[in-house]
Structures are given as structure tokens and as C-alpha cells.
Antibody, heavy 122, light 108 residues
Framework: QVQLRESGPGLVKPAQTLSLTCSVS??????????WAWIRQHSGKGLEWIGF???????YYSPSLKSRAFISVDPSKNQFSLKVNSVTAADTAVYFC??????????????WGQGILVTVSS | DIQMTQSPSSLSASVGDRVTITCRTS??????LHWYQQKPGKAPKLLIY???ILQTGVPSRFSGSGSGTEFTLTISSLQPEDFATYYC??????????FGGGTRVEIK
């Protein structure tokens, strides 16, 4: 059973960098055909895909965050990470990490972390 | 990007009711459409992928259908644990995954 868990600061100051880590257990981040993704959800709102990465390959990002988001993988720790630069109050949200299962063009999120609330405030 | 429109945005139903939620896309996406259930304070849970394939462990009262631009999620007999918000997600554009706005299913 794959499990994911987000960790990182729950409070970030405006203009600083949001940094989160997702620890994966029950499976190797460095095997298989799966991608590893970040999704966020503003309070009372819907889900927004931020981006994903395949093993240590090139990440892909949503155009809405492309210039500020960075996703990386640390296979030695079975973790992947998200950084978002120059945050504003609009980046306040619950951040989820998830595994992306790929079957042809079926890319779907089959395992999720429990989510972590990140608040941007001075 | 592919726009996703779910309807209704919310509905009230009773235990035992048949419930249908619709997801429409701005472009044809074949069957690259997936459904999730989210309860308050929890992560979303995958219900159906590929428009109609039930994820392992999901009760058979959930079903999905559709292709192209119109898709439906049906709950054949609503149970107390099904009161939640449901989201569709497309992966036709694999480099820009998008979700619908959600449908909240409430107790009547």
C-alpha cells in the first residue's frame, strides 16, 4: 500500500519561498511508470494541479504557476519536493502530493497525501 | 487549456436515491476522464478512471459513462457515506491536467 505524507512549514511570509516535501512509503519513487504530483486547494474551492515529475526527469507545470513552481525528486530518500517562489496571499491553500498513475493518456491520481495547510501571511 | 464544467454545483438527495452528476469539457477528450470523491478535511479519493473503470475497492453503486465532451457519474443508491463533493479531472491534455469545479452532494 503506497502512502504519501506532506511536510513543511505551515506559515510562510509574503515574497518568500514555500517549500514542501512529500515522503513516499510502500513503493519506490524510482521505479515503475508513475509520475509524482502536487495539487492544491484553496479554502472552499476546487482542486488545482500544480505540476508533476517522472523519477528524476523533467518536471511539468501548470501554466498558472510555471514561472514560480519547482518540483524535484530525491530518490535516495524516496521523496519529492515543491518550491513556490515569491508567494502571496493567493498561494494560501491546502497542498496535496499524489501519485499519478499512467495508462496511455489516462493520467489519474490514485494515491494522495493527507494534505498540508500553508498560510501566507506576515 | 481544456475547460471542465460540472453540473449541478450542488444537489440535495436522500439515502437510496439515484444521483447523476455531469461533467462537460470544452474539447473532446475521448475517455480520458476521471472521478474523485472528497469529504471535508480529507484528500480526494479516486473512484473511476478512463471514464468508466471502477477503481479497486470502490463500491459497485458508483458507475461512470461518456466519451468526447459529456460524462456522467452515477450513484445508483445513495448511502450515508456518499455525502461528499465529487470532482472530474481530464488527462487528454497530459501537460495541463484540469479539474471540474466540483459537485456537492448534501443530505435532503
Amino acid at each position: 500500500q503506497v502512502q504519501l505524507r506532506e511536510s513543511g512549514p505551515g506559515l510562510v511570509k509574503p515574497a518568500q519561498t514555500l517549500s514542501l516535501t512529500c515522503s513516499v512509503s510502500g513503493g519506490s519513487i524510482n521505479s515503475g511508470a508513475d509520475y509524482w504530483a502536487w495539487i492544491r486547494q484553496h479554502s472552499g474551492k476546487g482542486l488545482e494541479w500544480i505540476g508533476f515529475i517522472f523519477r528524476s526527469g523533467s518536471p511539468y507545470y501548470s501554466p498558472s504557476l510555471k514561472s514560480r513552481a519547482f518540483i524535484s525528486v530525491d530518490p535516495s530518500k524516496n521523496q519529492f519536493s515543491l518550491k513556490v517562489n515569491s508567494v502571496t496571499a493567493a498561494d494560501t491553500a491546502v497542498y496535496f502530493c499524489a501519485r499519478v498513475r499512467r495508462e496511455a493518456s489516462n493520467y489519474y491520481f490514485d494515491y494522495w497525501g493527507q494534505g498540508i495547510l500553508v498560510t501566507v501571511s506576515s | 487549456d481544456i475547460q471542465m464544467t460540472q453540473s449541478p454545483s450542488s444537489l440535495s438527495a436522500s439515502v437510496g436515491d439515484r444521483v447523476t452528476i455531469t461533467c462537460r469539457t470544452s474539447h473532446g477528450i475521448s475517455t480520458y476522464l476521471h472521478w474523485y470523491q472528497q469529504k471535508p478535511g480529507k484528500a480526494p479519493k479516486l473512484l473511476i478512471y478512463g471514464a468508466s473503470i471502477l477503481q479497486t475497492g470502490v463500491p459497485s453503486r458508483f458507475s461512470g459513462s461518456g466519451s468526447g465532451t459529456e460524462f456522467t457519474l452515477t450513484i445508483s443508491s445513495l448511502q450515508p457515506e456518499d455525502f461528499a463533493t465529487y470532482y472530474c479531472q481530464q488527462s487528454f491534455d497530459t501537460l495541463f491536467l484540469t479539474f471540474g469545479g466540483g459537485t456537492r452532494v448534501e443530505i435532503k
